[in-house]
């Protein structure tokens, strides 16, 4: 028999025993792995030997910079009395899977370590990856060996509609999310206090959320409301005010700052949004789009991706409101299609283009 022993690294992560998910209480250790094994490029093989390690919750912190390793090495003893064994990787599950062989030629009786490691992202995520060794042996060609983890972000934002905000000049928005610690102590709990900084930035509401404890590992979440607010501009600010405020979260003695970004933006609007016309021999089916918005603008360039539309109107002109003009020309001998749209080129920092389909009827 195979004899594959366990050796954990000094720089692997927490020893606390494995924190069940926290959608669902209980999982079977088969159940587990299927889950964890899915993001895989191909199934995991069954051979009679498989070796696994769970390295169990890694609490991770924004000081880890993006990733933090982890890593177990398993000792692997040559069974056979008379041959020697030769380790080499014949798989593994993904190719951000390091796995090192120590001493890959292991003669009779003798051992060789074998090092698996990957990377946890700062996010919550369950991971785990396998990796299939060869040997030579004609009694034991090969076996598996398994690694998983569980990663936990000390402070994160769960979910949340926090960057790129638009609010109308003169007007305010809501802004919701919500912020997540995890801990390993399940002692007392302690809350998540969370400010906001920063002019037309306001935090209307924070709700702490039940606190979760599970294995070992102890979750509390608070929900926040915030509202962010633009002030109003002459039509020499139009579309380019942009304001940015700072949300502090603090749970004990860690701390996130997640900023919050929002511009002043007025969309342009075309009116009818598509065209549907109808075409004859001599293509003389006509219509007109209206192009405007709150505060005065420009268009650049109109252009069409077929042959058989032409737009007449007047371009650099600065107005609130502009007239397209859409004419059908004669239907082309090759025309392929009867749809196309007009691409309409703005001075309009955050809508830089407007796009409008037409549909034609031959």
């Known amino acids: 028999m ?29 159940v587990l792995w299927t889950v964890l094994l899915i993001g895989c490029r191909r199934e995991l093989p069954t051979f009679p030997e498989v070796y696994d390690y769970d390295a169990g919750p890694t609490f991770l912190d924004l000081g880890d910079a993006v990733v933090r390793p982890v890593e ?16 080499a990787l014949e798989y593994r599950s993904c190719g951000c899977a390091n796995c090192v062989i120590r001493n890959a030629t292991v003669a009779p009786g003798a051992s060789a370590e074998i090092a698996l490691a990957f990377d946890l992202r700062l996010q919550r995520e369950d991971r785990g990856e396998h990796v299939i060794i060869a040997t030579k042996l004609a009694e034991f ?10 990663g936990y972000p000390h402070i994160a934002m769960q979910s949340g509609r926090i ?28 809350p998540l206090f969370v400010d906001c900084e920063g002019s037309g930035c306001v935090l209307e509401k924070a709700d ?19 509202r962010v607010s633009c002030p109003k501009a002459d039509d020499a600010d139009f579309g380019v005010g942009e304001f940015t405020g700072v949300v502090h979260v603090r749970h004990g003695e860690r701390r996130l700052d997640q900023e919050i970004h929002w511009h002043a933006t007025r969309y342009v609007r075309a009116t009818p949004s598509q065209l ?14 209206h192009v405007d918005a709150d505060l005065p603008f420009s268009l650049k360039t109109v252009k069409c991706d077929d042959n058989f539309v032409e737009v007449d109107t007047d371009l650099g002109v600065t107005s609130v409101r502009h007239q397209l003009r859409v004419r059908l020309k004669p239907r082309p001998a090759n025309a392929l299609g009867d ?24």
């Open 276 to 289: 549907f016309l109808q075409g004859g021999h001599d293509g003389t089916d006509q219509a007109v789009v």
């Open 2 to 30: 195979i004899h594959v022993a366990h050796r954990q690294e000094s720089m692997g992560p927490s020893t606390v025993n494995r924190a069940p998910d926290w959608r669902t209480p209980s999982i079977p250790a088969t």
């Open 208 to 226: 702490q959320g039940p606190v979760q404890v599970r294995g070992n590992v102890r979750r509390t979440e608070v929900q926040c409301v915030f």
């Open 72 to 87: 177990h090495v398993f000792s692997f003893q040559n069974p056979s009395a008379t041959s020697t064994a030769q380790l």
């Open 163 to 190: 960057v790129d905000v638009v609010v109308s000049p003169g007007e305010s928005a809501v802004v919701k999310a919500s912020f997540l610690a995890y801990d390993a102590d399940p002692g007392d709990a302690e």
């Open 141 to 150: 060609p090969r076996f598996t060996l398994r690694l998983a983890a569980q």
């Open 339 to 362: 749809s196309c749209a007009l691409e309409i080129s703005i001075d309009h920092p955050q809508q830089p283009v407007c796009k409008v389909p037409v549909y034609v009827v031959w």
